[in-house]
């Protein structure tokens, strides 16, 4: 195949010089082909070590989601017995104060007051599960984010072991190209 490029092979002579010039045809295309070989190998396991630390970083970032979720959870939970033992103390302070037996408007300023105070704790309470709600949601968008750029960054590395073979054409042109340096070498 690479001969036809050459009409004038037999220009060399025949025997050692012809032969030796068909031989290093060979060999340049032989070791082409093994250079493509390799780099194919070689770009097969990028993207089997890709695959494998792709499942890991599910796993992590699986794992770390549902710590993430499970804190949130156990934030909830706890801010609901802060608001209902707010409540409790609220109505025990009511419960003090319509116990005194005493009546009027400092009476009704105390029952007020601490109702106000029930109410504020509460609202305390409830800002603060908003503040671990939002903080989750940006806690989650990070891991998001951080499982995304390991993904980009596994498929850049396998699309730059795939970019590294040579394509079949390049290896016959290389095979040609010096071919021709050397048969100008030996026609010269």
């Not at 970083?57 to 934030?75: D, G, N, P, V, Y």
């Not at 040609?176 to 050397?182: D, E, V």
């Amino acid at each position: 195949m690479c001969f036809a490029a050459f009409p004038a092979i037999g220009a060399l002579g025949t025997g050692a010089t012809s032969g030796l010039f068909a031989a290093s045809l060979g060999l340049n295309l032989v070791s082409g082909l093994a250079q493509r070989s390799a780099a194919q190998a070689a770009a097969n396991q990028q993207y089997e070590s890709a695959l494998i630390a792709n499942r890991s970083a599910e796993q992590s970032f699986t794992a770390q989601q549902e710590a993430t979720a499970a804190q949130l959870k156990e934030t909830r939970a706890s801010s609901a017995q802060e608001k209902l033992a707010k409540t409790i103390q609220g109505l025990q302070a009511r419960g003090a104060i319509r116990a005194n037996e005493q009546a009027g408007l400092t009476v009704n300023l105390l029952l007020a007051d601490a109702e106000r105070q029930v109410a504020n704790a509460r609202e305390s309470i409830n800002q603060s599960l908003e503040s671990a709600t939002r903080q989750y949601t940006r806690n989650i968008s990070g891991l998001e984010a951080q499982r995304d750029n390991r993904r980009n960054q596994l498929q850049s590395n396998i699309n730059q072991a795939y970019n590294q073979i040579p394509s079949l054409g390049s290896i016959i042109l290389n095979t040609a190209a010096q071919g021709l340096s050397s048969y100008g070498q030996l026609t010269a």
